[in-house]
């Protein structure tokens, strides 16, 4: 078996999106403090700007660039390949999107977006810079796909059709990789404290009584700390893991599945019925 020499931070490039929030800043400051220079990749400049000038402000002598870029635009993922120099020694696909709603209450453009965030750019990304990080002996690619690229609960069709799809995706590339001396790391996270739960999409179907309690379940359970897992990730990369679980919210489920392949479905199926009515039933009585 081919085993990788542990992934060496400082001194080489870090090519990071979702940089702007969440586990993706943490990432960025964790990089930037292992001696990475950095691109630093969001949608939102306000708030990519000023993760960018506190990293160049605390690491002066790193070289930080950042690009704007809606990565749902085929067109504009193209571009940002364009702009990323011949080495590069991490790429971590870290962008993405919600949605919630069940497949007959989403739109077809809304699946399609979720799936272009979620899938599509991580793809068109490696593949463009798949010669940048192979120029870089000793280089690594992450993905971040989720727990719900481990489980498939009733109401997310898109994002698991999503982070199953990167999942597999980074699964093959790692048996394909690793004799080019280059790692791979899927990532499955659970709840972690992030924006994700107020900047989720909602199906256009979905009855407006039905939006306010899944958002409050969706972020009631979201409760790991996001520089603690941005920490983890970082770990994970440099022992050159093939998979990384956050959060017990995430083992749990993962270990139901691995028990129970077929019966967790049902499982999951009625804890998420269960979690939603008392949700709505706590809305109602707080006179929302």
Known sequence: MTRLDPYRFAGRTAVLTGAASGIGEQLAYGLAHRGSDLILVDVDASRLEPVAARIRNAHPGLAVATIVADLSDRAAV?????????EIGLLINNAGVALGGRFDQVGVDQF??????????????THALLPALSAHPGSHLVNVSSLFGLIAPP??????????????????????????????????????????????????????????????????????????????????IEKRKARLLIAA?????????????VGSAEIIR???????????????????
Do not use: W
């Open 78 to 86: 193209s571009s940002v390949a364009d702009r990323i120099p011949g």
């Open 112 to 125: 399609e977006h979720v799936m272009n965030v979620n899938f599509r750019a991580p793809m068109l990304l």
């Open 155 to 236: 109401g997310q069709s898109a994002y698991c059709a999503s982070k199953f799809a990167l999942r597999g995706l980074s699964e093959s590339l790692r048996g394909e990789l690793i004799e080019n001396g280059i790692g791979v790391t899927t990532v499955h996270p659970g709840g972690i404290r992030t924006r994700i739960a107020e900047s989720a999409l909602i199906g256009d179907g979905v009855p407006e009584s039905d939006i306010a309690p899944t958002r409050k379940l969706f972020a009631a359970l979201l409760s790991f700390p996001a520089g603690k897992a941005a920490e983890q990730i970082l770990r994970a």
């Open 249 to 261: 919210n995430a083992k749990g489920p993962d270990l139901l599945q691995r028990l129970l392949p």
């Open 270 to 288: 009625r804890l998420t019925s269960v979690s939603v009515k008392a949700a709505s039933r706590s809305e109602v009585g707080a006179g929302r």
